[in-house]
């Protein structure tokens, strides 16, 4: 099975500041990571695709990067409703397995 | 709209069973392989099985041989049993599409581009 860590797993930051979550996955997944943000007592909300394909509708303040095992999520200018809890997953091979998130709160 | 609505949690004692349904809205669902994923309290996220357009599934091993997934294209339904429960099983229950986007170089990525609400399973005596 691969194995996907997140770091830091919170972080405290304000707005208007840029955030930097990275995901690493135990093996490589080529591009196949996606992202996804979650807010208390919600559904996850997709992201992004393939390691840096924004989702139609999603804030252009959202970019991914990376490929093989190591990728981030950069939020350039966090905004108020952006305080969440994000995973990434890999769905390169079954099990799909997810990251175990990280929490962005205020600071 | 696209909409997916689960329903059928609730309490159930160790060992037992509960079927998990969810209702597809808004799309052509026999054309999208679904997927449940569990979240436990305070937990992350665990995918928990899948199916595809063509019926095939896919379960982790934490799953496998207790959980069954299953859909019924004609009324736009995925359905999800769960036999031999254990406390571990508690979890947010939710169902969830798969898009599938390729790109020029005719690789193809998988993703959950729509989840439903959820449904709450507690396997607790």
């Known amino acids: 099975d691969i194995q996907m860590t997140q770091s830091p797993s919170s972080l405290s930051a304000s707005v208007g500041d840029r955030v930097t979550i990275t995901c690493r996955a135990s093996q490589s997944i080529s591009s196949h990571l996606n992202w996804y943000q979650q807010k208390p007592g919600k559904a996850p909300k997709f992201l992004i695709y393939?390691?840096?394909s924004l989702q139609s509708g999603v804030p252009t303040r959202f970019s991914g990067s990376g490929s093989g095992t190591d990728f981030t999520l950069t939020i350039s200018s966090l905004q108020p409703e952006d305080f969440a809890t994000y995973y990434c997953?890999?769905?390169?091979?079954?099990?799909?397995?997810f990251g175990p998130g990280t929490k962005v709160d205020i600071k | 709209e696209v909409q997916l609505v689960e329903s059928g949690g609730g309490l159930v004692q160790p060992g037992g069973s509960l079927r998990l349904s969810c209702a597809a809205s808004g799309f052509t669902f026999s054309d999208y392989d679904m997927h449940w994923v569990r979240q436990a309290t305070g937990k992350g996220l665990e995918w928990v099985s899948a199916?595809?357009?063509?019926?095939?599934?896919y379960y982790p091993g934490s799953v496998k041989g207790r959980f069954t997934i299953s859909r019924e294209n004609a009324k736009n339904s995925l359905y999800l049993q769960m036999n031999s429960l254990r406390a571990g099983d508690t979890a947010v229950y939710y169902c969830?599409?798969?898009?599938?986007?390729?790109?020029?170089?005719?690789?193809?990525?998988?993703?959950?581009?729509?989840w439903g609400q959820g449904t709450l399973v507690t396997v607790s005596s």
């Open positions: 997953q890999q769905s390169y091979s079954t099990p799909l397995t």
């Open positions: 969830a599409r798969v898009h599938r986007a390729h790109d020029s170089s005719g690789y193809y990525y998988d993703y959950f581009d729509y």
């Open positions: 199916i595809g357009t063509a019926g095939g599934t």
């Open positions: 393939a390691a840096s």
